[in-house]
Protein backbone atom coordinates (compact mmCIF):
# COMPACT_ATOMS: atom_id res chain seq x y z
CA UNK A 1 0.00 0.00 0.00
CA UNK A 2 2.97 2.08 -0.46
CA UNK A 3 2.36 5.78 -1.94
CA UNK A 4 5.54 6.32 -3.40
CA UNK A 5 8.01 3.40 -3.57
CA UNK A 6 11.68 3.69 -4.69
CA UNK A 7 14.23 0.74 -5.35
CA UNK A 8 16.71 0.01 -4.34
CA UNK A 9 16.91 1.37 -0.83
CA UNK A 10 20.87 1.15 -0.56
CA UNK A 11 23.14 1.19 -3.45
CA UNK A 12 27.22 1.19 -3.13
CA UNK A 13 28.87 0.92 -6.68
CA UNK A 14 32.46 1.89 -7.72
CA UNK A 15 33.32 5.20 -9.86
CA UNK A 16 32.49 5.03 -13.33
CA UNK A 17 29.66 2.62 -12.91
CA UNK A 18 26.25 3.38 -14.83
CA UNK A 19 23.30 2.87 -12.34
CA UNK A 20 19.68 3.24 -11.90
CA UNK A 21 17.13 4.18 -9.28
CA UNK A 22 13.24 2.92 -10.09
CA UNK A 23 10.57 5.04 -8.72
CA UNK A 24 6.66 4.76 -8.67
CA UNK A 25 3.55 5.93 -6.76
CA UNK A 26 -0.01 4.96 -6.87
CA UNK A 27 -1.51 8.15 -6.15
CA UNK A 28 -2.75 8.64 -9.22
CA UNK A 29 -0.56 12.06 -9.44
CA UNK A 30 0.27 13.75 -12.07
CA UNK A 31 3.42 15.61 -11.03
CA UNK A 32 6.98 13.25 -10.42
CA UNK A 33 10.35 14.33 -9.09
CA UNK A 34 13.85 13.89 -8.22
CA UNK A 35 15.50 15.56 -5.06
CA UNK A 36 19.16 14.92 -4.35
CA UNK A 37 20.05 15.69 -0.44
CA UNK A 38 23.72 15.83 -0.01
CA UNK A 39 25.46 15.37 3.19
CA UNK A 40 24.61 18.46 5.23
CA UNK A 41 21.32 17.69 4.35
CA UNK A 42 19.85 20.30 2.30
CA UNK A 43 17.63 19.25 -0.80
CA UNK A 44 17.49 20.17 -4.36
CA UNK A 45 15.35 19.61 -6.76
CA UNK A 46 17.02 18.04 -10.17
CA UNK A 47 13.87 16.86 -12.40
CA UNK A 48 10.37 17.25 -12.23
CA UNK A 49 7.59 15.63 -14.60
CA UNK A 50 4.12 16.23 -15.64
CA UNK A 51 2.24 13.25 -17.17
CA UNK A 52 5.71 12.04 -18.59
CA UNK A 53 6.56 15.42 -19.92
CA UNK A 54 9.54 17.03 -18.63
CA UNK A 55 8.76 20.22 -16.52
CA UNK A 56 12.02 21.05 -14.72
CA UNK A 57 15.78 20.09 -15.69
CA UNK A 58 17.66 21.99 -12.59
CA UNK A 59 21.03 22.12 -14.43
CA UNK A 60 22.02 18.77 -13.48
CA UNK A 61 25.06 17.25 -15.97
CA UNK A 62 23.45 15.61 -18.75
CA UNK A 63 24.87 11.88 -16.85
CA UNK A 64 21.87 11.75 -15.37
CA UNK A 65 19.10 11.23 -17.46
CA UNK A 66 15.19 10.68 -15.92
CA UNK A 67 12.63 8.42 -18.28
CA UNK A 68 9.07 8.28 -16.92
CA UNK A 69 7.60 5.37 -19.28
CA UNK A 70 3.94 6.36 -18.07
CA UNK A 71 2.89 9.14 -15.53
CA UNK A 72 2.76 6.68 -12.50
CA UNK A 73 6.98 6.00 -12.96
CA UNK A 74 9.72 8.11 -12.89
CA UNK A 75 12.62 6.40 -12.96
CA UNK A 76 16.37 8.39 -13.11
CA UNK A 77 19.64 6.39 -14.72
CA UNK A 78 22.98 7.98 -13.68
CA UNK A 79 25.95 6.95 -16.25
CA UNK A 80 29.73 7.51 -15.25
CA UNK A 81 29.28 7.54 -11.37
CA UNK A 82 31.26 10.23 -9.81
CA UNK A 83 32.55 10.34 -5.94
CA UNK A 84 30.14 13.68 -5.84
CA UNK A 85 27.63 12.11 -6.54
CA UNK A 86 26.93 10.06 -3.44
CA UNK A 87 24.26 11.33 -1.58
CA UNK A 88 20.82 10.57 -0.82
CA UNK A 89 17.93 10.23 -3.91
CA UNK A 90 14.21 11.52 -2.97
CA UNK A 91 11.60 10.57 -5.67
CA UNK A 92 8.41 12.54 -4.81
CA UNK A 93 5.28 13.09 -6.19
CA UNK A 94 2.07 15.75 -6.23
CA UNK A 95 -0.85 15.93 -7.87
CA UNK A 96 -1.42 19.22 -9.56
CA UNK A 97 1.95 20.43 -9.32
CA UNK A 98 5.09 22.06 -6.85
CA UNK A 99 2.43 24.22 -5.17
CA UNK A 100 0.27 21.06 -3.98
CA UNK A 101 1.61 18.71 -1.17
CA UNK A 102 4.21 16.54 -2.29
CA UNK A 103 4.62 12.72 -1.26
CA UNK A 104 8.28 11.46 -0.69
CA UNK A 105 9.43 7.93 -1.23
CA UNK A 106 12.04 6.66 1.02
CA UNK A 107 15.05 7.39 -0.54
CA UNK A 108 17.93 5.51 -1.76
CA UNK A 109 21.42 5.86 -0.01
CA UNK A 110 23.77 6.10 -2.88
CA UNK A 111 27.49 5.67 -2.30
CA UNK A 112 30.62 5.91 -4.83
CA UNK A 113 33.68 4.19 -4.39
CA UNK B 1 16.96 36.07 -6.18
CA UNK B 2 14.27 33.54 -4.94
CA UNK B 3 16.07 32.55 -1.42
CA UNK B 4 14.76 30.71 1.88
CA UNK B 5 16.63 30.93 5.21
CA UNK B 6 15.48 29.09 8.51
CA UNK B 7 16.43 29.35 12.17
CA UNK B 8 17.71 28.26 14.06
CA UNK B 9 19.70 25.59 12.72
CA UNK B 10 19.78 23.42 15.69
CA UNK B 11 17.49 23.26 18.67
CA UNK B 12 17.99 21.80 21.95
CA UNK B 13 14.75 21.66 24.04
CA UNK B 14 13.45 19.56 27.34
CA UNK B 15 10.19 17.75 26.41
CA UNK B 16 7.26 19.89 26.99
CA UNK B 17 8.89 23.01 26.02
CA UNK B 18 7.09 25.75 23.52
CA UNK B 19 9.13 25.32 20.33
CA UNK B 20 9.19 27.65 17.33
CA UNK B 21 11.10 27.27 14.22
CA UNK B 22 11.19 30.39 11.68
CA UNK B 23 11.35 30.20 7.98
CA UNK B 24 12.00 33.59 5.74
CA UNK B 25 12.13 34.25 1.93
CA UNK B 26 13.12 36.51 -0.29
CA UNK B 27 10.06 37.50 -2.71
CA UNK B 28 6.33 36.63 -3.11
CA UNK B 29 5.45 33.33 -2.99
CA UNK B 30 2.47 31.32 -4.18
CA UNK B 31 2.79 28.33 -1.46
CA UNK B 32 5.10 27.16 1.64
CA UNK B 33 5.33 23.92 2.73
CA UNK B 34 6.61 22.55 6.10
CA UNK B 35 8.13 18.98 5.56
CA UNK B 36 9.25 16.38 8.61
CA UNK B 37 12.29 14.40 8.29
CA UNK B 38 12.91 11.32 10.47
CA UNK B 39 15.93 10.24 12.06
CA UNK B 40 15.64 7.28 10.08
CA UNK B 41 15.43 9.52 6.86
CA UNK B 42 12.02 9.44 5.33
CA UNK B 43 9.91 12.65 4.47
CA UNK B 44 6.80 13.87 5.38
CA UNK B 45 4.80 16.41 4.34
CA UNK B 46 3.20 18.51 7.54
CA UNK B 47 1.90 21.46 6.02
CA UNK B 48 1.13 23.44 2.90
CA UNK B 49 0.19 27.25 3.17
CA UNK B 50 -0.38 30.13 1.12
CA UNK B 51 -2.23 32.62 4.23
CA UNK B 52 -2.80 32.26 7.71
CA UNK B 53 -2.59 29.87 9.96
CA UNK B 54 -3.21 25.85 9.83
CA UNK B 55 -3.33 23.34 13.04
CA UNK B 56 -3.18 19.56 13.17
CA UNK B 57 -2.57 18.04 16.32
CA UNK B 58 0.04 20.10 18.71
CA UNK B 59 1.57 21.52 15.66
CA UNK B 60 0.61 24.71 13.99
CA UNK B 61 2.07 26.54 11.24
CA UNK B 62 1.42 30.06 10.22
CA UNK B 63 2.55 32.52 7.35
CA UNK B 64 2.71 36.49 7.33
CA UNK B 65 2.53 37.22 4.04
CA UNK B 66 3.62 40.81 3.79
CA UNK B 67 6.59 40.10 6.21
CA UNK B 68 7.72 37.15 4.44
CA UNK B 69 7.75 35.09 6.85
CA UNK B 70 6.45 31.37 8.10
CA UNK B 71 6.50 29.85 12.14
CA UNK B 72 6.25 26.16 12.58
CA UNK B 73 5.01 25.63 16.72
CA UNK B 74 5.03 22.90 18.64
CA UNK B 75 3.21 22.89 21.72
CA UNK B 76 4.22 20.34 24.81
CA UNK B 77 6.86 18.86 22.69
CA UNK B 78 7.79 15.05 23.11
CA UNK B 79 11.11 13.36 22.06
CA UNK B 80 9.05 11.39 19.06
CA UNK B 81 8.94 15.28 17.75
CA UNK B 82 13.06 15.48 17.12
CA UNK B 83 14.07 15.20 13.81
CA UNK B 84 14.99 18.06 11.02
CA UNK B 85 12.32 20.44 9.74
CA UNK B 86 12.67 22.20 6.71
CA UNK B 87 10.64 24.24 5.26
CA UNK B 88 10.29 24.70 1.35
CA UNK B 89 8.63 27.75 -0.94
CA UNK B 90 6.66 27.78 -4.03
CA UNK B 91 8.02 30.91 -6.19
CA UNK B 92 6.01 29.90 -9.09
CA UNK B 93 8.61 28.57 -10.77
CA UNK B 94 7.58 25.21 -11.22
CA UNK B 95 9.68 23.82 -8.11
CA UNK B 96 10.10 24.09 -4.54
CA UNK B 97 12.85 25.97 -3.10
CA UNK B 98 14.17 24.11 0.08
CA UNK B 99 15.69 25.89 3.45
CA UNK B 100 18.43 24.23 5.43
CA UNK B 101 16.36 22.62 7.83
CA UNK B 102 16.30 23.06 11.07
CA UNK B 103 17.45 19.70 13.51
CA UNK B 104 15.47 19.80 16.85
CA UNK B 105 16.14 17.78 19.03
CA UNK B 106 13.80 17.23 22.17
CA UNK B 107 15.31 15.43 25.54
CA UNK B 108 12.95 13.27 27.84
Known amino acids: DTAVSQTPKYLVTQMGNDKSIKCEQNLGHDTMYWYKQDSKKFLKIMFSYNNKELIINETVPNRFSPKSPDKAHLNLHINSLELGDSAVYFC????????????FGPGTRLTVL | KNEVEQSPQNLTAQEGEFITINCSYSVGISALHWLQQHPGGGIVSLFM???GKKKHGRLIATINIQEKHSSLHITASHPRDSAVYICAVYFGNEKLTFGTGTRLTIIP
Open chain 2, 49 to 51: LSS
Open chain 1, 92 to 103: ASSRLGASDTQY
